[in-house]
């Protein structure tokens, strides 16, 4: 007999909520270690996530007798408000020049693994939380409309990150669905306070 259950942690996305991030400080066999997480209040517009599946098909005598998939990270796009200078030397390993408070971004700065944290709203009002553990972004560039009879027009930051497995545990995502904002909101707060991947129950 089939089994039917109430999808309550099914409903669709309809609406970006909070996005913070953590530097990755160490990941190895034996150890794995994160920064502060930073948030940034009403920044996030748009998030997709793309898993990389590595497939392969075995076949004998002419017919297909086995197969293999296997995850391989993926790719992380996030559209952004924008970012400011701590913002870009974070998550680009640009620099700011101590004499001039100028931010530079060269050939030699290196780009940095961090955890990226977001959350979604679904269209009865729960909440889903994600977290990549171990993740390389890429700004896309920035292109800016002026303002003209038209009126004006927003422009804002994309993003693009590799996202992959941590050394230490094998992991490339964490991931709940469908906590209520209110009765969970603890839950919620916590997920964002540190870069741990697991989640509390409210109190």
Same mark, same amino acid.
């Given at each position: 007999m089939a089994k039917?259950? @109430? /999808?309550?942690?099914?409903?669709? +996305?309809?609406?970006t909520k909070r996005f913070a991030y953590a530097p990755l400080t160490t990941d190895n066999a034996d150890t794995? +270690?994160? /920064? #502060?997480?930073?948030e940034i209040k009403d *920044?996030? *517009?748009?998030?997709?996530?793309?898993?990389?599946?590595? !497939? +392969?098909? @075995?076949?004998? !005598?002419?017919?297909?007798?086995? !197969?293999?998939? +296997?995850?391989?990270?993926?790719?992380? #796009? &996030?559209? *952004?408000?924008?970012?400011?200078?701590a913002d870009e030397v974070a998550l680009f390993g640009a620099k700011v020049n101590t !004499?001039? /408070? &100028?931010?530079?971004?060269?050939?030699? #700065?290196?780009?940095? #693994? &961090?955890?990226? *944290?977001y959350s979604t709203m679904t269209s009865d009002g729960k909440i889903n939380l994600y977290k990549f553990p171990k993740c390389k972004f890429t700004s896309q560039g920035e292109n800016v409309q002026t303002t003209d009879e038209n009126g004006v027009t927003f422009n804002s930051l994309a993003l693009q990150a590799n996202y992959k497995a941590l050394i230490n545990t094998g992991v490339d995502m964490y991931c709940v669905k469908g906590l209520d904002p209110v009765t969970d909101k603890a839950s919620i707060d916590a997920w964002f306070a540190t870069a741990s991947g697991v989640i509390v129950a409210s109190a």
């Open positions: 039917v259950i @109430q /999808g309550t942690d099914r409903k669709s +996305a309809v609406c794995l +270690a994160y /920064g #502060d997480v930073t *920044i996030l *517009i748009t998030t997709k996530y793309t898993p990389k599946m590595n !497939s +392969a098909s @075995q076949y004998a !005598s002419g017919v297909q007798v086995d !197969s293999y998939v +296997a995850k391989a990270g993926g790719t992380l #796009d &996030v559209t *952004i408000v924008n970012t400011n200078s !004499s001039t /408070g &100028v931010l530079e971004s060269g050939k030699d #700065d290196v780009v940095p #693994d &961090v955890m990226c *944290i």
